[in-house]
């Protein structure tokens, strides 16, 4: 059966905050559009993966494209490399996501897991190059390093020679392993961690023995290096180590989106995790530039983007990256803006353009809360909009008037996109 209704499947990353928060971000911002769509939509709340998760965007990503990610995650690290166009040799290389920080050398304390967010994309190049095709002296190991956006990465360790698995744990402890899902921590102890197996495999104790080896190297390196003097003397935090988390040693196999939803599936992503989502699920996958600071363009891009692809797709699965790094930052202030500018120049023009075939999906992948600075497991709100659906009549988009919605709660993300594919297609 065909799509009688296409479909703009709109996600901000991090939009929720907790239910418990006085105010929180969605209650204190000015967002006519999205309240427009509250008003006029079912509406309700949802875990993204499930309660007691707080879950990283990619698992939670595949988690709202309709599939269990206990199923078929495979660790964050193959999407990334994937993302990024790495291929991964699988049994002998294992890939890692990655964030350039800034330690004590001498003490491994992380004084800030992202460089203050100060990073540049070229300076992250070099700092890269610099690593890249490293040879380690043991197992016959290598490594390759490729820098993506800001100071995010792809590492991949790799043998010539011996198997390697990825069940070995993060050295960043802001994040704790559970099997190949990262959770995580509200709290952790800001030293970088020695990398340890999952299991009791010998490809596993290689594995890690490399990671380890590959971290002591990298800093020697780094701390050296001519962008980090160069950022020391502009009174800049030095990129002077690489976070690793999320192993995984080859890419998911599951049923391609096309085929699971009997529809044309189009995702547009600008982060690496996003592309090598929609790559790794078989959806026709276009890829938008990093944001360049300048919202009303940026967002009148995604937007004309938006309204190509859905001349061709059934489904068109929007992430907008926004909200979520000043809610890891604890800036209420800011998170605020973001969605403040995303409802001015991406929802409310989309809203005006919308035409009578086309039904709108709006949540977030998960809660980053500005009290907390981290992913927490709080439900996020859902809203459906689309011709003939009867609204619940709610006065404005947020977490507690959500839980009002006739949608209820929702156990699992999973569980979402199925059920509105069947109302698309009645």
């Given at each position: ?138 197992y016959d190991g290598y490594v390759r390093v490729v820098a993506t956006i ?171 990256k926004g909200p979520d790094e000043p809610g890891h930052d604890g800036d ?89 594919i069947t109302y698309l297609k009645e």
């Amino acid at each position: 059966m065909g799509f009688n209704l296409k479909l703009i499947y709109l996600v901000l990353d991090g939009m929720g905050d907790r239910l418990t928060d006085p105010v929180t971000t969605l209650e204190s911002a000015e967002k006519p559009g999205l309240d427009h769509i509250a008003s006029n939509s079912k509406c309700g709340l949802m875990y993204t993966v499930g309660k007691g998760i707080a879950p990283e965007s990619d698992e939670a990503v595949i988690s709202l494209l309709g599939y269990d990610p206990h199923e078929v995650y495979t660790g964050r690290g193959p999407l990334e490399a994937l993302g990024a166009g790495i291929p991964i040799k699988e049994g002998y290389e294992v890939a890692f996501r990655a964030n350039f920080a800034t330690v004590d050398s001498s003490s491994l304390k992380i004084l800030d897991r992202r460089v203050g967010r100060s990073l540049k994309t070229e300076e992250a190049r070099k700092l890269a190059e610099a690593l890249d095709k490293m040879e380690l002296e043991k197992y016959d190991g290598y490594v390759r390093v490729v820098a993506t956006i800001g100071h995010r990465a792809v590492v991949v360790i790799g043998s010539r020679t011996h198997r390697l698995s990825p069940m070995v744990d993060n050295n960043d402890p802001a994040y704790k392993r559970v099997g190949l899902v990262s959770v995580a921590n509200q709290s952790f102890n800001p030293f970088i961690k020695d990398i340890a197996p999952l299991e009791n495999s010998e490809e596993a104790a290689i594995t890690a023995e490399l990671a380890n080896l590959f971290m002591k190297k990298s800093i020697e390196i780094l701390d050296k290096h001519p962008v980090n003097q160069e950022r020391i003397k502009r009174e800049l935090p030095p990129a002077n180590a690489i976070l690793l988390r999320d192993a995984g040693g080859y890419f998911p196999k599951a049923t391609p989106l096309s085929i699971k939803y009997g529809g044309r599936f189009t995702v547009l992503a600008e982060m690496p995790v996003e592309i090598g989502i929609g790559r790794a699920f078989g959806a026709e996958t276009i890829i938008m530039d990093p944001p360049t600071g300048n919202p009303e363009a940026d967002y009148r891009i995604r937007l004309e983007k938006t309204l190509e692809a859905l001349e061709k797709s059934d489904i068109v699965y929007v992430h907008l990256k926004g909200p979520d790094e000043p809610g890891h930052d604890g800036d209420a202030s800011l998170k605020r803006k973001r969605i403040e500018e995303i409802d001015k120049y991406y929802v409310q023009p989309l809203l005006a353009r919308l035409k009578d075939d086309t039904a709108l999906l709006v949540t977030a992948d998960h809660a980053t809360p500005p009290s907390v600075r981290s992913h927490t497991d709080d439900p996020v709100p859902v809203a459906f909009y689309a011709p003939g659906v009867k609204a619940d009549g709610l006065k404005a988009f947020s977490e507690k008037e959500f839980a009002k919605g006739s949608l209820g709660l929702i156990e699992h993300g999973w569980m979402l996109l199925p059920k509105i594919i069947t109302y698309l297609k009645e």
